[in-house]
């Protein structure tokens, strides 16, 4: 199956594995005041995909700017599935519960989980990351700055303060943690993200909170196939020793508009010394 993996504009994907099958929880790459819900697309293979439809309005997020509904998370937990999402500028990032990875999900507390600027970063691009000891962590921020704090067990509420961690000079948004063989991974974007700039970069660490210096490039442009690569989410392949696939957006070359960005899938690569070879963007994906 080719790159792009989903049809259409869609950006900042969240790639998963619940009962059985694959999910994608994408930004609707539109018009920030046509941003007003979230979508779901699932896969049985990574390669056929299906749109699950809207699984969350802005209209029933009264507390929400109505638009610019960015950079969704999903985590499971005690047979729930938590939705996190960025409400709009200015307006916090929302948390949201359902049965089903399809959803439709339902605002869990009718206030944002995260508002205003804590250690000085915009509250968006919200990533849940599981540890193995089942802890879950909610990573986000924009504005150059990146934060994580432990959630309670109930996912609706933090058990500790905010802490920041930005990595490095070079953070703008998009954080996404992994943890393999026992160390942490923290990716995430830099420059900007309607250019040419964009791309992705990570550090490693031996705990969930750093410090995370800036290791190298994750994704970068390739001018022979797109532009503007990064906002991403890493997944091992289930029944897989060590397996992995990058999911992420980029913007192809012929077009200018700052929101045609597209999903597409590659294959991610960890050297012998745990360090990740950068991702080679390509046309045909991974299969």
């Given at each position: 199956m080719?790159?792009?993996?989903l049809p259409g504009?869609?950006?900042?994907?969240?790639?998963?594995?619940f009962?059985?099958?694959?999910?994608?929880y994408?930004?609707?790459s539109?018009a920030?005041e046509?941003q007003?819900?979230?979508?779901a697309?699932?896969s049985?293979?990574?390669i056929h995909?299906?749109n699950?439809?809207?699984i969350?309005?802005?209209?029933?997020?009264?507390?929400s700017t109505?638009?610019?509904?960015?950079?969704?998370s999903?985590a499971?937990k005690d047979?729930q599935y938590?939705f996190?999402?960025s409400?709009?500028?200015g307006?916090?990032i929302?948390?949201?519960?359902?049965d089903?990875?399809?959803?439709p999900?339902?605002d869990a507390?009718g206030?944002?989980i995260?508002?205003?600027y804590?250690?000085?970063?915009?509250?968006i691009?919200?990533?849940?990351?599981?540890?193995?000891?089942?802890?879950?962590?909610l990573?986000f921020g924009?504005?150059?700055q990146?934060v994580?704090?432990r959630?309670?067990?109930t996912?609706?509420?933090?058990?500790?303060?905010?802490?920041?961690?930005t990595?490095c000079?070079?953070?703008?948004?998009?954080?996404?943690?992994?943890?393999?063989?026992?160390?942490?991974?923290?990716?995430?974007?830099?420059?900007g993200?309607t250019?040419?700039?964009y791309?992705a970069?990570?550090?490693?660490a031996d705990n969930?909170?750093?410090?995370f210096?800036r290791v190298g490039?994750?994704?970068?442009?390739?001018?022979r196939i797109?532009?503007g690569a990064?906002?991403?989410?890493?997944?091992?392949l289930?029944?897989?020793?060590d397996e992995w696939v990058?999911c992420?957006?980029?913007?192809?070359l012929?077009?200018?508009?700052?929101n045609?960005?597209?999903t597409?899938l590659?294959r991610?690569?960890f050297r012998a010394?745990g360090t990740i070879?950068?991702?080679?963007l390509t046309h045909e994906g991974?299969?």
């Amino acid at each position: 199956m080719p790159n792009p993996i989903l049809p259409g504009w869609y950006a900042d994907p969240e790639l998963h594995f619940f009962e059985g099958k694959f999910w994608i929880y994408p930004t609707t790459s539109i018009a920030f005041e046509e941003q007003t819900f979230f979508e779901a697309w699932s896969s049985p293979d990574l390669i056929h995909w299906k749109n699950e439809g809207r699984i969350l309005d802005f209209h029933e997020i009264l507390w929400s700017t109505q638009f610019a509904a960015w950079a969704p998370s999903v985590a499971f937990k005690d047979g729930q599935y938590f939705f996190y999402f960025s409400a709009g500028d200015g307006a916090g990032i929302g948390v949201a519960w359902s049965d089903s990875p399809a959803g439709p999900f339902r605002d869990a507390l009718g206030i944002p989980i995260v508002s205003g600027y804590p250690h000085g970063a915009q509250a968006i691009d919200a990533h849940c990351f599981q540890d193995d000891d089942g802890q879950n962590y909610l990573y986000f921020g924009g504005h150059g700055q990146c934060v994580v704090a432990r959630l309670a067990p109930t996912m609706r509420a933090f058990n500790t303060a905010f802490r920041c961690i930005t990595p490095c000079a070079e953070f703008v948004e998009g954080p996404f943690m992994v943890k393999r063989r026992g160390l942490y991974y923290l990716m995430w974007s830099e420059g900007g993200w309607t250019n040419d700039s964009y791309c992705a970069a990570y550090g490693i660490a031996d705990n969930p909170f750093g410090p995370f210096e800036r290791v190298g490039a994750l994704l970068q442009n390739d001018e022979r196939i797109a532009k503007g690569a990064g906002h991403h989410s890493v997944l091992q392949l289930p029944g897989t020793d060590d397996e992995w696939v990058i999911c992420y957006h980029r913007r192809p070359l012929e077009e200018t508009d700052g929101n045609h960005r597209v999903t597409c899938l590659e294959r991610l690569h960890f050297r012998a010394d745990g360090t990740i070879e950068p991702v080679v963007l390509t046309h045909e994906g991974v299969f």
